[in-house]
């Protein structure tokens, strides 16, 4: 299947642009940065190469398929693309980066780095306490895909006890000890010395972390959440770290995004921002995967193949084969 116009939305150096087209020769090539592309920009072409903001896909004649630079497909299963549409997501180019950001919060929780720093920045030498270590801890991972199943390797190799929750049934690999649905959660909760959540944005895990579920965990349980802000109740995070619960939260993803300056989440000290700064492509490493899946794809999609990561419009997850 022959393709005409491209247009690509994520950063292209003159080595990765003559890559791309030699992927598919004869294309019309445009390179635009997502947050510069326009309506007609998008409405010409025929693959997208990036994250172009839904709206601007919306009614496009010619488009065919998107393929994102995000594992995430918020906003584009919703009616946004033209029916036919195949639509791939960036699973797999992730994992690395993120599991290793959650890794960070998870120690730096439990080292008191973040109390440490404020010390620090005050002159202050003074000793904030016991720690926790992640060996001979029970960590439960909610969210099972590549990222999930990433940091489940890396506190599995340091001594954690594992326990995964993911949507779907499925045989439980070797770097978990239990594996569940999410109907189980409130059962797995107490258990836990870490949570670590990497849900993506539905209907389904909207405020799945509500104050009832946040009681659940642990008095002196760790909470990292790093898939999407609104998996967690701010309100009620906010009322229960205020009573004392829970010995840490390190969040890269909030609710809302930006969080305001006058969020009181601000404020908690044993809690951990990061400005959804995990993913993107802050380590070229990252980038370089998902360029290699753009050029996999480009070359599936002119011989007619079976194409990676085809996003589920029903569902918002990648299909599983």
């Not at 004869?26 to 025929?46: H, L, N, R």
Request: aromatic share 6%; proline share 6%.
């Amino acid at each position: 299947m022959k393709i005409q116009n491209v247009l690509v939305a994520i950063p292209a150096d003159e080595a990765h642009r003559a890559k791309l087209e030699a992927a598919a020769p004869g294309a019309s090539f445009q390179y635009i940065p997502a947050k510069e592309v326009t309506k007609e920009d998008a409405q010409k072409a025929e693959v997208v190469i990036g994250n172009v903001a839904p709206a601007l896909l919306t009614g496009s004649p010619n488009l065919k398929w998107v393929q994102l630079n995000s594992a995430g497909t918020d906003g584009y299963t919703t009616g946004a693309l033209p029916e036919g549409t195949i639509l791939t997501n960036a699973t797999g180019a992730y994992g690395l980066t993120i599991s290793e950001h959650m890794l960070a919060l998870t120690l730096s929780l439990m080292k008191h780095l973040p109390t440490y720093r404020d010390h620090q920045a005050g002159k202050l030498w003074k000793d904030a306490g016991p720690v926790k270590s992640v060996y001979g801890s029970t960590v439960l991972i909610l969210g099972l895909g590549d990222i999930g199943g990433e940091y489940a390797r890396k506190v599995k190799a340091l001594g954690a006890y594992t326990i995964g929750v993911r949507r779907t049934k499925a045989q439980k690999p070797d770097y978990l000890d239990e594996l569940y649905q999410m109907d189980s959660l409130e059962e797995l909760l107490p258990r836990a010395d870490v949570v670590a959540m990497v849900l993506p944005g539905t209907d389904a895990t909207c405020h799945v972390m509500n104050k009832e579920r946040l009681l659940l965990m642990k008095k002196d349980a760790i909470l990292v959440n790093v898939g999407r802000g609104n998996a967690i109740d701010p309100a009620a995070l906010y009322e229960v770290m205020q009573g004392g619960h829970l010995w840490g939260v390190g969040l890269d993803v909030t609710e809302p995004e930006p969080l305001p300056a006058e969020s009181p989440l601000w404020e908690l000290p044993n809690l951990e921002i990061t400005p959804h700064s995990s993913g993107g492509f802050h380590l070229q490493e990252t980038y370089e995967r998902i360029v290699n899946i753009a050029l996999r794809n480009l070359s599936h999609y002119q011989k007619e193949e079976a194409m990676e990561n085809i996003v589920d419009f029903s569902t918002g997850y990648r299909v599983v084969k």
